[in-house]
């Protein structure tokens, strides 16, 4: 009688560590899924590049750029409505777009790169009369 309990209360504490590795597992996919939900607003930097080198989003949309390239790079707007510090690797930059318009902007590092924000008007009803 007292073996079976010892068992089990290691059954028990293997079922418990079994459960927290498969938490542990779950926790991994619903991390992804929450990326993907954002890649709507990131802008990827990667060799030399802007990713979308367009992206459209709604007004009050903050947008992360997000430096993956192994050199510095910065996200410059050519109206100066925005202005990054320079990105090293992995460092990132949001702006929150209020109004709606087209964004062009650059990077002053590398003025070819460039890419566009288009901001359209949050309320998604019709045209203004
Ligand atoms: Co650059």
Redesign the pocket.
């Known amino acids: 009688m007292r073996i079976t309990l010892v068992r089990a209360a290691l059954l028990a504490a293997m079922v418990g560590l079994i459960l927290n590795a498969l938490n542990a597992l779950n926790a991994l996919p619903a991390a992804a899924a929450e990326t993907a939900a954002a890649a709507g607003t990131t802008v990827k930097i990667d060799n030399?590049t802007f990713t979308p080198q367009s992206l459209t989003v709604k007004a009050g949309t903050t947008v992360t750029w997000i430096n993956e390239d192994d050199i510095p790079?910065?996200v410059v707007a050519t109206e100066t409505a925005f202005k990054s510090k320079v990105l090293d690797t992995d460092d990132k930059y949001t702006f929150t777009f209020t109004a709606a318009g087209t964004f062009q902007y650059f990077?002053s590092?590398?003025p070819h790169?460039t890419g566009t924000i288009v901001v359209v008007p949050a309320g998604g009803g019709g045209a203004a009369p």
Do not use: I, K, R, V
Request: proline residues 0%.
């Open positions: 030399f790079h910065t990077c590092l590398h790169m």
